[in-house]
Each structure stands twice: as C-alpha cells, then as structure tokens.
C-alpha cells in the first residue's frame, strides 16, 4: 500500500459527461501529480501541484483542470468527454518537489462510452 | 522541453537470460528514478540515482547513472517470471516554469517466458 488513495477505481460514463476524480496523497507529501495511461502507453503527465499551488502543466486538455485544496488532496476534473479519454488516471504524491521520490495510487480507470 | 526516450519498446527473454533498458535525456538531470508495473498495477519506486557515474544493485538489478547524467540504464541478471511488467524511468525537470515535473520514459515492457 503507497498510501496515495484514489477514488473511484472505476469509473464508466457516457460521451459529453463531466467527471472527478479524487486523490488523497500519503501523509506530510505536498506534491501531487497527475498523470494519463493509455493503453500500453506510457505515462503522459497532466499537471504538478505544490502545497495548493499549480507548478506545472504538461498537454493538459482545456477540458481538464486540477486544484489541490488545503487539506492537500486533489481533484482532476474532466470535462465534455471524449472517447478518446478512456484512460488509467494516475495520481502520485511525493513530499518535496524537485525529484523526490513519487508514491502512486492505485489509479481510476476511466471509460467512456 | 525534456524529453526522456527509453529503448527498447519491448522484450521479450527466455527465463534465466539477462535484461537491460536504457533511457536518455534531451537535458541533464538532477537524478533519475526507476519504477516498475506490474501488469495492472501502479507504478512501484525501485531507486534513485543522484551521483555522475553511479552504481547502484538491488540483487539481481543494477542500475547505472551516466557520467554526464544524461543516460540511465537497467540491468536485470537471470530474469525470473516475477520480474514481468513495464520498467520506467523518469527524470526531474531541474528549473523553469516546469520545476518539480517528473517526467517519464515511454517504458520497455519485459516478457518473461519460462
């Protein structure tokens, strides 16, 4: 157990629908990460949050969008889906930013239909 | 930006035979770090290299950092079924607006065949 929560595990909805995905990271971690797996693909990274504050955004679509709130767990929204968006999310917390270690969650595994 | 290549793609190895990944980086990197899939699992921290040149084994694995710490690899000696799954690396972005990003490989994905 990496001690990063991810909810839901599952998680099947219909074209044009909006989702959240919900990550609690490990006790004392400030960083978040968020990251996509297609399938046998690799991990494409999404966005990097630092106690509450964005610091880094990879090929995010514009119908994505994060925030990590004050008890420091973190959202990813995803919007207008696509089916094209079916996808593992990862989410990874580590406790500096800077190349610390990453603890992943156990994923949501996304699928629209 | 950084970009971090892995190669190969794929292996595939008779149990008992050797294993090695490599990854490279279009920038130098502050360390890298190792991670392994199991198949339908999450991504498991192996290591950490910070040092120029450094080795470092975690028994039947050893792992290398380049002199101009743009370079990794992976070695596995005498495969095992249990060491199925997809190896990555990841490298941390050292500055910029980007500071703090861990980037990854595309991943090798090692078959094992008993």
């Known amino acids: 157990d990496s001690g990063v929560t991810q909810t839901p595990k599952h998680l099947i909805t219909a074209t044009g629908q909006r989702v959240t995905l919900r990550c609690s990271p490990r006790s004392g971690d400030l960083s978040v990460y968020w990251y996509q797996q297609s399938l046998d693909q690799g991990l494409q990274f999404l966005i990097h949050?630092?106690?509450?504050?964005?610091?880094a955004k990879g090929n995010i679509l514009e119908r994505f969008s994060a925030q990590q709130f004050p008890d420091l767990h973190s959202e990813l929204n995803l919007s207008s889906l696509e089916l094209g968006d079916s996808a593992l999310y990862f989410c990874?917390?580590?406790?500096?930013?800077?190349?610390?270690?990453?603890?992943f969650g156990q994923g949501t595994r996304l699928t629209v239909v | 930006g950084q970009q971090v290549m892995q190669i190969p793609q794929y292996q595939h190895v008779q149990e008992g035979e050797d294993f090695t990944t490599y990854c490279n980086s279009s920038?130098?990197?502050?360390?890298i770090q190792w991670y392994k899939q199991r198949p339908g699992g999450h991504p498991v921290f192996l290591i950490q290299?910070?040092?120029?040149?450094e080795v470092k084994k975690q028994k039947r694995l050893t792992f290398q950092f380049g002199e101009a710490k743009k370079n990794s690899s992976l070695h596995i000696t005498a495969t095992q079924t249990t060491d199925v799954g997809t190896y990555f690396c990841a490298g941390p972005h050292a500055g910029g607006t980007s500071y703090g990003k861990l980037t990854f490989g595309q991943g090798t994905i090692l078959t094992v065949h008993p």
């Open positions: 920038t130098t990197l502050s360390n």
């Open positions: 990874a917390s580590s406790l500096r930013t800077g190349g610390t270690e990453a603890f």
């Open positions: 290299l910070v040092k120029s040149g």
């Open positions: 949050y630092y106690n509450g504050e964005e610091r």
